[in-house]
Nanobody, 129 residues
Framework: QVQLQESGGNLVQSGGSLRLSCAYSGIDYSRYCIGWFRQVPGKEREERAGVAAIDSDGSTYYADSVKGRFTISQDRSNDALYLQMNSLNPEDTAMYYC????????????????????WGRGTLVAVSS
């Protein structure tokens, strides 16, 4: 059974930084990716967008919109996943979800197929202008 719990969401000014954390359990490191997605409040009908992911070998994947600003990392000894977010702007405002067991490629490019994932409940990041 895979379980994930995000934390660290907050209100931050444009240009600021924030670090999200995800505590997880039951992850199979050898299969698929673990990472972060986001969904803009009020846009729940839209699919959650991939932000960053990391695979079992430590390779990282980023959406173009966050490259150079966000960094994903993992502490396997403590079963924790992190997302360091720098140079935040209002467009980064969203509910951020920790997720596991999804194809890594969904973070880096649009896909034309549906995929499964295990989700946390989300943590809200709000960036003011």
């Amino acid at each position: 059974q895979v379980q994930l719990q995000e934390s660290g969401g907050n209100l931050v000014q444009s240009g600021g930084s924030l670090r999200l954390s995800c505590a997880y359990s039951g992850i199979d490191y050898s299969r698929y990716c673990i990472g972060w997605f986001r969904q803009v409040p009020g846009k729940e009908r839209e699919e959650r967008a991939g932000v960053a992911a990391i695979d079992s070998d430590g390779s990282t994947y980023y959406a173009d919109s966050v490259k150079g600003r966000f960094t994903i990392s993992q502490d396997r000894s403590n079963d924790a996943l992190y997302l360091q977010m720098n140079s935040l702007n209002p467009e980064d405002t969203a509910m951020y979800y920790c997720a596991a067991d999804f194809p890594c490629e969904v973070v880096t490019r649009p896909i034309n197929y549906k995929y499964n994932a295990v989700w946390g409940r989300g943590t809200l990041v709000a960036v003011s202008s």
